[in-house]
């Protein structure tokens, strides 16, 4: 998919479009901006974890990132290059960059925000048959698929909004890595800290979405990237 998705995407386009901008800058890779490609959809991300974060500061676990070893282990795992490298690129790469360019020849950009999530969202279906192989009944296996899908959708919309705001597939790409790392939060082990701790965790989440909230679009706003929006008003 890596290889034939920009060929969808370059036969599809509309052939102004490739005069305002080329394809590889439609594709999201450009130089201009990559820093704060690189920094800032991060940090705004890392602000919505903040209550994940603080788990992970509280459990220790943080303490693991500081040490070579654990990242030199991690490069020879599999499993974690899959998660971390290999499928923030190819899903990003065919979700993002390729598809969002073609949906906004044809909606407007929020609309076109909203609707490539859904094709991602029901991408990761295919994980319910993976759950029933290994003995896991239809119906908890069909709503773990459902619960993945409307998470993988939302964060779906908020990577291609990144992408539609930033014009870089860095900050899509680094975003996904960061994300697919932390999870989705374990609203369980909260539960079970004491009531101080509880009660700090809990707040943090709300702030954290809160600041988040009031920085997305000022952390991402185009003219920081280098990114004309006027590219896609093809008439």
Known sequence: MLFISPCFLYIGIHSKTLEKISLLGLLGFKTRGLCQATVMPLFLTMILFLGPIAMKIHSGLLKLYTEPMYWINNMK????????????????????????PLLLECFSPM?????????FGV?????MQERI????????AFKIACFQFVYTTIFGMYSAYLLLRTGHFM???IVHAFCNHMGFP?????????????????CLFFVGFGLWCLL????????????????????
Do not use: Q
């Open 133 to 140: 192989k290994y003995g896991m009944d239809f119906n908890t």
């Open 77 to 100: 795992n599999l499993i974690w290059l899959r998660n971390h490298l290999v499928a923030p690129l190819s899903e990003e790469f065919t979700y993002r960059s390729c598809m969002l």
């Open 186 to 202: 374990d609203l369980v082990e909260v539960t079970t800290y004491k009531r101080e701790k509880k009660i700090i965790i809990t």
């Open 123 to 127: 991408a990761h279906f295919h994980h």
């Open 111 to 119: 609309t076109a925000v909203s609707i490539s999530p859904l094709f």
């Open 171 to 173: 900050s899509t790409f």
């Open 216 to 235: 997305l679009n000022p952390l991402t706003e185009p003219t920081w990237y280098y990114n004309n929006l006027s590219w896609y008003k093809v008439k």
